[in-house]
Nanobody, 117 residues
Framework: QVQLVESGGGLVQAGDSLKLSCVAS????????MGWFRQAPGKEREFVAQ????????YYADSMKCRFIISRDNAKNTVYLQMNTLKPEDTAVYYC??????????WGQGTQVTVSS
């Protein structure tokens, strides 16, 4: 079992930056691939970024590749999402997830990010 708690969301203006954090507890955090997803109002949940358990490899959705950075600190059981040059279309609830065995099966409760124009 993995418990995930996100934080760092809020209301910002277009062009601002924001850093989300996700603290994990339960299973061995350092053995899990971790990811960030988001869900905007009226839309399906979409993939944002993923990081392998050692932090050596990252993947991004094309629309976020140049603006967002995923990282992790296994000593702190924490994964981060640095979001730069935010746009109103980035407004969504952002979720942290863990993927034991390669399947995202543990999810946090989400943190709201609102970007005003």
């Amino acid at each position: 079992q993995v418990q995930l708690v996100e934080s760092g969301g809020g209301l910002v203006q277009a062009g601002d930056s924001l850093k989300l954090s996700c603290v994990a507890s339960g299973r061995t955090f350092s053995s899990e691939t971790m990811g960030w997803f988001r869900q905007a109002p009226g839309k399906e949940r979409e993939f944002v970024a993923q990081i392998t358990r050692d932090g050596g490899t990252t993947y991004y959705a094309d629309s976020m590749k140049c603006r967002f950075i995923i990282s992790r600190d296994n000593a702190k059981n924490t994964v981060y999402l640095q979001m730069n040059t935010l746009k109103p279309e980035d407004t969504a609830v952002y979720y942290c997830a863990a993927a034991p065995g390669g399947i995202y099966s543990y999810w946090g409760q989400g943190t709201q990010v609102t970007v005003s124009s």
